[in-house]
Structure formats: structure tokens, C-alpha cells
């Protein structure tokens, strides 16, 4: 019955198949994670212009309290994620690196942490201009990842008049299971938050494109929008980066986003299930964005699975919370085929950490595996889903001819998806050359 | 236990799939094993002895190389074990071993050191070797011996052991005297001079002459399934050389069937079999995107084809592919794949 669908089934072409580790978290619920005695919570969680702090050193917060303001149309404001006391506002390492500013805040120990702030609202009789003011004040930017100021998207959106809401439930990554956990226990926020996201952007359809391999999640989701015809639910073949929103637009509506373009450029917006769920769940009650659900996984950890975890909750805290195997680990914010291996464990959970993996490093592959020359395979070019030809831009990359990389072979069009590293068999870093070459041609640019 | 664990930074992708240069050219080799104990089994114990005097001289030119330019030691990725195995497989089992030997230095050092070693070769250096071989002993590399000849495995063949700067037994001996005792012509060389076309079925196992490890393209087409089958290889290269010179063959064959042999024949004799499956598909000197591949494959069909029937020489593999292999850097420029999103733009006006 469903197998003449299988065969059909859609996707887009090249791509990789990564073993997926998702069963480590995949049956575990969402579980409350334990509050960190000290948060450390990044004035910018999102894209665009930090928050503007608005408590000073000394003064008491209560959990949903804004505590930052946004600044600017492209910026969101920061809530308390705990009931406490603010210690200190200073600059702390992030992920990525670069040291930006962030609220430190000792959390009350014997406080019950209810959600003490919030400024109910009925959605159904605000304006447009309305509805997106309420999405930019509870704090809200994409889940999946790139952290993009959530009602400003669907304000372009609305601007430019897309039809269809493309709602990314193809988690593609491999270990991460938050999303489809998602699906299957708060599927009513998810919906709420779908019919929010149509209401603020002006599209009259909205597609879920889920990844075949959560059969459970397209059951119940296709159970409860039976009646719903405003909502489809569509089968996506698993494969990496299914995930990216110009590969998952392209597969569900058969366009190609221009290079250089915008998915509004062919009619649509993207956005991800942990996203509208959030939307769903905090809107009605005007309540901040203070947490989310993390997959916290690897075999470096003991108890691996999907926590609902405060935002500013340190890594260090959380490994000393699901306890680690191994001396030596890589720990990775996000999935790891785009994630950010951190270099201090004093980084702390925010709006965009989908996911964190822990894997141990034994003492004998610590080293990287010997790389060869490029043997001129084809298996890069044959996995880049952007259908580039990485051995080419890794040879001109070495030679340091970077504009010819972008001029001739289509750098830009790279999202850095690691594809073609995922399976050179000369083991060439060619996703870290392209990123340098990225990077240094963006320099110049400027 | 205290504390928390040290942490290795790296950048992404923190996985990497299971395979490895050394990897893919170890299950090469795999492949080519059970062709070489065939080749043996056919044609005993000269061989033996011309597989691994080949395969010597190559592994003792390349680490020699490797010293002389303090290069790091590249016998463990074990491309000149493959550059060995075939070039010994396309000579004729009784070539005498110092010319082998020699063949194995040119091979490595004008097929693959000069252009700067693994992953830079422009030709594939197992033909190389064998190009030399022929233009350098056109006598002894044509000189062939029967398969499953008694007493192969108690005795060399005469030539085997022919003195360095000497000429072969065989051949040197007057003519009209040992020569038809002991060297036998392939069936391709039958066909074209001769118009005698050997049984399909004989073709097909092997059980004919020809040179080492070309004969059984059965063997040759199991092992490649192997290879193709665990992505070690590009299927796609012997399927369009294959294809095509079936196809094309069968045009002539249409057209004058007393002239030109059938398509089948065309398939499995000489070294056709050998070269789409191992040489053609040799991936530093084949293009890398997936429709320069399918043209790359066509070409060298439609040339082996062509070369065989209106040349001078009765096979035309190895010439075709060093043509493919030279052709293949352009075909690999004129096909890049269209970006995504690279939608064609109308001009400014
Ligand atoms: S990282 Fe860039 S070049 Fe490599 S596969 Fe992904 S999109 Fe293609
Ligand atoms: S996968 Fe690696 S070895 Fe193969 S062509 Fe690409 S860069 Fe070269």
C-alpha cells in the first residue's frame, strides 16, 4: 500500500547516507533538565544586533522577566531563563569563538522556578503589523540552527507575498532526535504554531516535510491534520543535508532557489518544528523564549537524551548532569557534520543549540588520519548536493586562487553542508579549505 | 574521574565515512588476486615468475623514488601494487623477465614519478609500461603461448629466461623450426589474419591464449562486480566502453558478418574485458563528473573498436584508453555539472 509511494518518494540529488546514532535518543522523551547554579546568558542568541541588557548588577530577576531588549527590527529581547539574582553583566566566550557580552545570573536554589512573567493575548484579533510585534516580543529565532530573528522572516515573507510555509521536520542530522520527539509530544503548540506562522506571513498553505525515517511522527501528524486542509504532510527521503531549506523547497515544490537568492524568491518561507512549536506555546500566553529542547547524545555520555534545558546552562554543567565516559572528548554544539566542536566548556545553551553531541577521542585516532593527494575520485562531486565539483575548488584552493573558486566554480553556492569531506577517501579537508576561501574572498570584498 | 574531560577541537564534519585512498586500492588489489592464480593456473609457472619479477620492479622503483626525493614511503597506499599486478597481466606469459622487469621501471617512474606521483598521473601507468613494451620488444610481446600446456608447472617457458639484451627463445630460432610448438596466436589475431573465430564459450572462461590475465573475462567481470558493488568502483566506465564496442561491432557485423566478428566476440576477446573493468576505470586518470564518465567510457569503446578493425594491429584497448586518458582533463572540464541554482540569467539590456 504505501510501497509504490517508497519508490517515489522524494529527494533531491547527490547527498550522503551517514550512519544516524539516533537510537541512543530517539524513544527517550523530553525531560526537564536540572537548573545550573549560574547561568550565563549571551546577550546575542540570534542574527542581527545584540539585545541591549536592561538590569543592573544586583538586582533580583524572576523566571520570563525580560531582561534585555531587542534593538532594532532585526534583534529579539532575552528573558530570565531562571528565578535569581543578576551577578554580573560581562564578556564570556562564545561557540564560535569571539568573546560577546552576556547577563550572569546565580540562580535561587530553593525557588519552585515558575514562569512568573507573561502578557496573555488573543491571536486571532491582531492585525498583522500586531501579530509580529507579539512574535518579536517573546524572544523568538529559528530553532534549527542559524537562529534568524523569527518575525522578521515572516515579515519578509509577508512582504513578499509567498503561498507556501515549508515547515523543515527532516532533521537530518545524524544523533539529533529533538525535532522529531517534537512532533510526536507537543504536536498541538506545533500546530497552533503552523496556523500563527500562516496568520503573521500571508501564506495560505503550509507543507511539513518530514524524513521517512520517523514513520511514528508522519503517523500521528497526518492522524491529526486529516481534517486540516490548509496543512500537508509530505515524505522526504532520508538523506543529508535534506535539512537545508534550498534543498528541502526544491524537493517539496520542485523550485530552485536562485544562487544568490532567497527561498522567497520562488514563493515560500522555511521554517523548523522547534520553531513553530515555541510559537505555538509561548504565544497565547506572551511568554519569553527561556528554553528548548536539546538532544543531548554521543557515546561520550551516559545518559543521553532530549532535555528541556535553560538557556546560559554551561556545557560543563551539563556533562557533570548526564555524566561522561572517557577522558578526552570532542564536544560538539549541534550535529556533527555542521556543528562547532567548542573550545571551552564554559560555552553555554542557546536559542540555536539544536544539539549537543559528545564523542570520546581515543588516544590512537586522536591524531587525524593520513591524507593522500587527490586520487580524482568523483565522490565528492558526486555527494555535493549543491552540485559543485569540491576536488576542483580544493585544488584552486591550494594553489590560493580563490577568486577563481568563486568567479568560475561557484564558491558562494557552498553552505558548508561537509558532504564532500563526510566522503573523500584522500581524507581532504576540502570543506575547511572552502570555508578559508570563503572567508578570505568575503575579507577582500569588504 | 574528577573534573570535567579534556576537549579535542576539530573542525566539521566530526564523522567521516569508513574509506580510505589505501582502502579503495587494497580492494583493488583483492580483486585482481583471484585473475593472477587463474593466469597462473593457465599458464604455470612463467607466470608465476613474470607477476611477481613485474610487481617487484615496480614497488623496488617507486620506494628507490621515494629515498632519492625523501618523500614519504607510499607503498602502503598500494597504487604500484596495482600498477605491478596489471601491467604483468597484459603482457604474454612467456615475456622474457628482465623485459618485464624493465617495463615495471618504466611504468612507475615515466607513468607516474615524473608527473609527480600518486593522484597526478595523467596516464595510467600499468599502460605506460605496456605501451613501452611494445614499442621496445614488438617481437617478444607478440609471441604467445597456449593455455593449460602439459607440463607448464614443472618447467619455464624457454623465453622466460631469456638473458637481459638477448632475444627471446622462441622467436630467435629459425624460423619455421620451434616457433609453432611453441607459441600460439590469440584468437583476435586469428580473427583479423586468419578470418577463424575461436568458440564463445572458450572465450568466455579463459581458456585460450592471450596475454597473462586478459583471457578470462568471466573472472574479470566477477571481480569487477565485486569492486563496483562496494563503490570501489565507477560502473558507469565499462558499461559505456562496453556498450558502445558491442554496439558498434554489431553495425559491422551487420553489415559484412564474413568480414567483421560479432559483437559477442568483440567482448570477449583480447583485452577488452581486462581494460574497461581495471584500466579505463583507473580513477586518477579518468574524468570525475558523472556524465564526463559516461563519455570518457564511450570514447575508448567506439576507438577500440575502430583501432581493431582498421588498424594495423590485431587489439586496440591499450591505445584507446592512453587516447581516453589523454582527452579525459578536457572532458572533465567541458562537463561540470550545473550548479544548483544556477538558473540561466537573461542578458542586461
Ligand atoms: S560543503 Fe559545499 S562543496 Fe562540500 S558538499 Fe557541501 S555544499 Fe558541496
Ligand atoms: S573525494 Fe577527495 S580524492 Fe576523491 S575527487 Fe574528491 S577531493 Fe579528490
Known sequence: MAFPEAFTRRTFGHGVHAPEHKDLTRERPI???????????PLSQHIGKPAVPCVRPGQEVGRGEPIALADGFLSVPIHAPVTGVVEAIRLMPSARGPKTGAIVIKTYAADD????????????????????????????????????????????????????????????????????????EWVDDLIAGIHFALAASGARRAIIGVEDNKPDAIDVLRRRLAADASIAVTAVRTKYPQGSAELLIKVLLKREVPAGGRSYDVGAVVQN?????????????????????????????????????????????????????????????????????????DV???????????????????????????IRCGRCVAACPMHLNPSQLGLLAAKREYRAMQERFHLDACFECGSCTYVCPAHIPLVQYLRIAKALNREQAA | MAGPPRIEIRSSPHLHEAVSVDMIMRHVVYALLPICVFAVYLFGLSAAALIVTVLGACLLTEHLFNRFAQKPNSLGDFSAVITGLLLALTLPPGFPLWMGATAGV??????????????????????????????????????????LAPGRFDTLLPSTLTPPFMLPAAASAAPGTVVDAVSSATPLTLQKFDHVTTNTVDLFTGMT???????????????????ALRRMLDWRIPAGMLGSAAALAGVFHLADPAKYPDPLFTLFSGGLMLGAVFMATDVVASPLTPRGVWIYGILIGVLTVLIRLFGGLPEGVMYAILIGNAASPLIAVLTQPRAFGEVKRRKPT
Open chain 1, 31 to 41: 525531560r526537564r533538565f536540572a537548573f545550573a547554579p549560574r547561568l550565563t546568558v
Open chain 1, 113 to 184: 522556578q515558575q514562569v512568573l512573567y507573561g502578557a496573555p493575548r488573543t491571536i486571532e484579533n491582531l492585525a498583522p503589523a500586531e501579530l509580529i510585534q507579539a512574535i518579536q516580543d517573546i524572544g523568538l529565532a529559528g530553532q534549527g540552527g542559524a537562529a534568524f530573528p523569527t518575525h522578521a522572516k515572516l515579515a519578509a515573507a509577508r512582504e513578499h507575498h509567498v503561498e507556501t510555509l515549508i515547515v523543515n521536520g527532516c532533521e537530518c542530522e545524524p544523533y539529533q532526535t529533538t525535532d522529531h520527539r517534537l512532533m510526536l
Open chain 1, 273 to 345: 518544528i522547534a520553531t513553530l512549536v515555541m510559537l505555538g506555546r509561548l504565544l497565547p500566553p506572551g511568554q519569553g523564549l527561556i528554553e528548548r529542547v536539546v538532544t543531548i547524545t554521543g557515546e561520550g555520555v551516559k545518559q543521553p537524551g532530549n532535555y528541556l534545558v535553560p538557556f546560559g546552562t554551561p556545557l560543563g554543567f551539563v556533562l557533570e548532569q548526564v555524566g561522561f565516559v572517557g577522558d578526552m572528548s570532542r564536544v560538539i554544539l549541534g550535529g556533527p557534520m555542521m556543528g562547532t566542536a567548542v573550545s571551552s566548556l
Open chain 1, 348 to 374: 553555554p545553551v542557546t536559542k540555536a543549540t539544536t544539539a549537543i553531541v559528545v564523542l570520546p577521542v581515543q588516544p590512537a585516532t586522536a591524531s587525524a588520519p593520513r591524507m593522500y593527494p587527490c
Open chain 2, 106 to 147: 618504466i611504468a612507475i617512474a615515466l607513468g607516474k614519478v615524473v608527473f609527480g606521483g600518486l593522484g597526478q598521473n595523467v596516464f595510467n601507468p600499468a599502460l605506460v609500461g605496456r605501451a613501452f613494451a611494445q614499442a621496445a620488444f614488438p617481437v617478444a610481446i607478440t609471441s604467445w603461448s597456449p593455455a
Open chain 2, 209 to 227: 591464449g592471450g596475454s597473462t590475465g586478459e583471457t578470462a573475462a568471466l573472472l574479470i567481470l566477477l571481480c569487477g562486480a565485486y569492486l
